[in-house]
Every structure is written in C-alpha cells, then in structure tokens.
C-alpha cells in the first residue's frame, strides 16, 4: 500500500471510529458478522511471544516505511519529518485520541515516544488464544501489520488495555464504543479467529445500545 493510499484509508477508519459509521458499509451489520464467528474458550498463552507475529513494525507493504510510520502518518496532523528519511520517521505531530477525545502532541524520542501508541484493536496475545497460534508466520505477520486493526492512541490507555477483548476493557470514550467492538469483530472475521462467551455476549450488549450499526469494510 503506497503512503496516499494509507492517507486515503484513514478517511474511512477515522470516520468510522469517530462515530459517524463507515464511509463506505459493508451490506451486513456488525452483529451479523459477529454471528459468523465461532465461540470457544480462550486457547492457552502457551508458546505466544511477541515475536510469533513477526519482527515489530516491518515494511510489510514495501512502501519504503515501516508500519509504525505509516499509522503515525495516516493518523497524526501537523507532522513533522526526520530529515533524510523521505517523509517517512515521523518526529512529531498531533493526535486525536479516539480512545480519549484529547488531543495528544506527539515527539519522538525515548522519553517522549510512548506518548502514542499503536493499538492492535485486537491485541495480539488475544489474537493468539483466539485461533491466531493455528496460523502460518507469515498470516500472523499480515495481522501485526494490517491498518484495519491499527490505531494510533494515548499510550496510557494502551498500556491499560494490555491484552483485553470486550469483556474486560472499553474505550473510555463511549461513543465510539460500538465503532471499536465492530472493528475487533470485522478484523476477528478477517482473519478466522473466534470469540469467548463471555466476550460475545458484552459485544451483543454494547451492540444493542445502536442496532443496525454496520460492519467497517477493509
């Protein structure tokens, strides 16, 4: 994916979790996609690292930035360049908090970078006690590096998050809640994972406070 095509993206994904639904709708609702899905208990962590979904932040789409870079681009404003790297390392900018609604400045540097993060919606220890350890390296590299379950956010609460589906961890913005759960249930459909009873059923719950809310397309 080319970086215009990653800005182009960030129209659909941004207004998608801001609250105003999708750009663009897949036909079916976000509790339909859900009920695609299989429900099982958790797997074991056994065997899960870090490493298991490759090295992090590659240039999985080989556009000459890492995958880091490229959401800091498609999600930051007022961006500014480390010299030399072709508009690629991102030294600062501003954030938008889905997660919080605060506007975050981001900088680069060991003191400073935390600031913002980026969340796999779906977390990828979840990921892999949800079907995720059945997949080849290179499916589970795909998943690591895929827009559709990256967002930049307040380091904080991406820190807070950890590895917790619907059941255990919600945004503290409400109203994108139900944005969130529709885009861990399209990437879980994406990539053939399942969902706990428990995390099915706080899906449904969250899900019925806006009925008819469509599933983001990718």
Not at 15 to 24: A, I, K, N, S, W
Not at 184 to 197: D, E, F, N, R, S
Request: aromatic letters at 8%.
């Amino acid at each position: 994916m080319s970086r215009w095509q990653i800005r182009i993206s960030v129209l659909l994904i941004t207004g998608f979790v801001m609250g105003q639904g999708p750009l663009e709708a897949a036909p079916k609702t976000a509790v339909a996609v859900l009920e695609t899905l299989a429900v099982k208990g958790r797997a074991a962590k056994t065997g899960y690292e870090r490493s298991q979904f490759g090295p992090a932040w590659s240039d999985v789409d080989r556009n000459g930035c890492d995958t880091r870079n490229d959401i800091l681009y498609r999600d930051l404003t007022s961006i500014v360049y480390k010299d030399g790297t072709k508009e690629c390392v991102v030294l600062s900018g501003i954030l938008a908090d889905p997660y919080s609604g605060e506007k975050i400045s981001f900088l680069r540097g060991v003191a400073t970078s935390s600031d913002v993060q980026i969340d796999h919606v779906v977390a990828l220890s979840n990921a892999w006690q949800t079907g995720a350890f059945k997949l080849s390296y290179d499916k589970r590299m795909a998943f690591a590096n895929d827009p559709i379950n990256l967002l930049a956010v307040k380091g904080r609460l991406n820190s807070q998050k950890g590895d917790g589906d619907a059941a255990t961890w919600l945004p503290p913005r409400k109203d994108i809640r139900c944005a969130y759960v529709a885009q861990q249930i399209v990437v879980k459909a994406k990539y053939g994972l399942w969902v706990t009873k428990p995390e099915k059923a706080a899906m449904i719950s969250l899900l019925d406070r806006c009925p008819g809310f469509k599933a983001p397309t990718s």
